[in-house]
């Protein structure tokens, strides 16, 4: 197997993402990839995402906490979560590219199609996942929604808004500085996604629909509520048709018996109201920063925000 | 069928086995009595269809249940200039496609 080490050798004349090296990397890593064509899946803060044949590599960012990384990948690897998490290419571990980034390898997997999203493999895998025994897992970061979240508005104070949108911008302000609701106690804390939309799910073998999730970034110990609480934000913006959302429930509580009880907004509302808000507030950034108006989306979220801040 | 807040025409849809109008201009929906129930029904099952009971008129402003008391309505009318991002469900959704 190669060795990821010949990458500090290389030359950064452009840092772009084809010449960092870990389209070498993934080819070194899988000998399928070697001969196949590097293909920018992503290239976002968030990660560059690179396909190399059946491999695929990802950049995390800078500011990535590698230790955190590293449990993070563990715990994807093991065989705990086979079936849930799609697991990293041996040997599992996280390496460093030329810029000092640390880079991940994983398998290809197909992304859903938004006209067949599978809401049952949605409900049951994140209901697996939660439910997943953390005695054999080595310790594990918090998830991420609750820091994502702070992001999201710390972004937004930073930015100036078109007048016209002052008062949501107010509404998603005072819903983000609420105090935060509830998190669970150490004991009650479960395996969290910690960024969970319909990208974070793959087909695997490529094209098999036998679903996984990707994406072990923000992965870590929470309240599961956060891991359905965008799809609840987008239901409740009246962007995701109720049919929809409920088969995701559905499948979720068919997974998790118990799990909120004769109502599940009791669990959900504190953490949509803040997904909601989160969103809107990217929603007012990528406004101000593009010059252009918010789209029907992102403005549903946002009236979404001035109906919670109505309430009594 | 003329919508009866705008005036425009109503087109006919069926979703999850429910017969819908919906207002061509202000996405208002129509549904006829018994759907509301037929949904709840519906909502509260996860579960396959049965048929919808006949006549009358709809009563009020249904509202799902089992959702948010801040939650869009997602029946019956609610025009307005933000009605019509209730039912769109293409472009409804691309940002569940990425970390917001």
Known sequence: MAHP?????????????????????????????????????????????????????????????????AARVATAAHPALAGILLPPLPPATVARLADGRAATLWPYGTPVDPDDVPWEAVGTLLARLHATDLGPLGPLPPAGWPARAAEALARLRATET?????????????????????????????????DFHLGQLVSHPAGSGSWRLIDVDELGLGDPAWDLARPAAWFAAGLLPPADWHRLLGAYRAAAPGWGGADPWALLDGPA???????????????????????????????????????? | MQCPKCRAPMHTFTRSGVQIEQCSGCRGLFLDYGELEHITQLESQWAPQQHAAPP???????????GPAWGAPHGGHHGGHHGHHGHHRRGGLSGLFFSS
């Open chain 1, 5 to 69: 080490a010949p990458l500090t050798t290389m030359r950064l004349d452009r840092p772009g993402p084809d010449q960092l090296g870990f389209d070498q990397l993934a080819a070194g890593l899988a000998p399928s990839a070697a001969a196949a064509e590097p293909v920018v899946l992503a290239d976002r803060p968030t990660g560059t995402v690179i396909r190399v044949g059946d491999a695929v590599a990802k950049a995390h960012p800078e500011t990535a906490d590698v230790e955190a990384l």
């Open chain 1, 162 to 194: 078109d007048p016209a949108h002052a008062p949501a911008r107010s509404a998603v302000e005072r819903i983000l500085c609420a105090p935060p609701p509830p998190f669970p106690a150490p004991g009650a804390a479960v395996l969290c996604h910690g």
């Open chain 1, 273 to 312: 109201r803040v997904m909601t808000a989160q969103a809107a507030a990217r929603a007012l950034v990528r406004a101000a920063e593009s010059g252009r108006s918010p789209s029907d989306e992102d403005e549903a979220l946002l009236i979404s925000c001035l109906r919670i801040v109505a309430l009594p």
């Open chain 2, 56 to 66: 009358p008129p709809p009563a009020g402003q249904p509202y799902p249940a089992g």
